[in-house]
């Protein structure tokens, strides 16, 4: 399983190239960037974030997760997701969702909520392409491009690309257009259905057997106390969604002592899941020692023992 590192969404994006090198010190194998334009509170950019982790790593990949694909052009997100894999040496995956949980930043975007789904698909198609170093023409309703290829191209040819989602919409969407399949709020169980459903919908495209692999994006904490990881965990997430997370906290969020953090990894590995997104959910002042104490003692847990 490759293990990443969310990145401080809540911080200030001066901290960025500092948290980004010492998750690659650390033995990360990715770090990933969210985004809003606007939320409930301080958002950073995916865009803007990964590329000061870019600048200053030199090994760790770096994944928008997730970035908001219907409030951007299609023609401009290609242009950004290249420039930065061009940036990065060609280490760059995209991660995308349709958001629509804060709706008023799709009206300060100008960009219509209701259609956030069907902008969306319009967009992977010409995503596929161009960041295949492709000429891609489509007369869509929200662009329209005729033979246009990105030039420089991206180093990677296709860039990779990630779906987020839990809904039948999204499933498809990431059957259709993902090279994974990246959903939060889900347990493993969850996890096994959806992405059987979503190399289903890859087989009916006529993609091939595994053409969609598994991730996940956890919330979590990880203390000596698993008491203490839980109360961590729960109000941060409680006050970054604004509802009470406690009754949900068994079936969704990573807490508990590492040994208890590092089996919940597992199952979630033999549910399918190739990759894995850590989202420290704790005070700022309690970040650093959660970060490391996760990369001390959870990840060689769930690195290949040599010669096995």
């Not at 951007?72 to 950004?80: Q, T």
């Not at 296709?158 to 987020?164: E, L």
């Not at 006529?206 to 990880?222: C, D, E, K, T």
């Amino acid at each position: 399983m490759q293990l990443g590192l969310m990145l401080d969404p809540a911080g200030d994006p001066a901290g960025t190239p500092g948290e980004a090198r010492i998750a690659e010190q650390l033995g990360f194998d990715f770090v990933a960037c969210g985004e809003h334009v606007f939320f409930h509170g301080p958002v950073s950019n995916a865009f803007v974030g990964l590329s000061a982790a870019a600048a200053v790593t030199d090994r760790v990949r770096l994944v928008s997760a997730l970035t908001v694909l219907p409030l951007y052009p299609a023609g401009l997100v290609a242009k950004m997701a290249s420039s930065l894999d061009r940036l990065s040496g060609g280490r760059y995956t995209l991660g995308v969702g349709v958001g629509g949980e804060y709706p008023a930043e799709f009206a300060a975007c100008g960009a219509p909520v209701a259609r956030r789904g069907a902008k969306a698909d319009e967009s992977l198609i010409a995503l596929r392409g161009l960041l295949g170093g492709q000429a891609v023409t489509l007369n869509g309703e929200f662009a329209q491009l005729d033979g246009l290829t990105l030039q420089p191209p991206p180093v990677q040819r296709p860039v990779p690309i990630w779906v987020g989602g839990r809904k039948p919409a999204a499933l498809r969407r990431a059957g259709r257009f993902g090279d994974a399949w990246l959903p939060y709020m889900v347990t493993p169980q969850m996890l096994a259905r959806g992405l059987d459903s979503v190399q289903g919908f890859a087989a009916d495209c006529g993609r091939p057997a595994g053409a969609v692999s598994g991730a996940v994006f956890l919330w979590g904490s990880v203390n000596a106390s698993a008491d203490v990881a839980r109360r961590q965990a729960i109000g941060t997430v409680s006050q970054t969604y604004q509802q009470d997370f406690a009754p949900l906290a068994g079936k969704y969020l990573l807490a508990g002592d590492p040994a208890a953090v590092a089996a919940r990894l597992a199952a979630y590995a033999d549910a399918g899941a190739a990759s894995a997104v850590f989202a420290p959910a704790c005070a700022p002042a309690e970040r650093a020692a959660v970060v490391r104490l996760f990369a001390e003692e959870v990840l060689p847990q769930l690195r290949p023992v040599p010669g096995a």
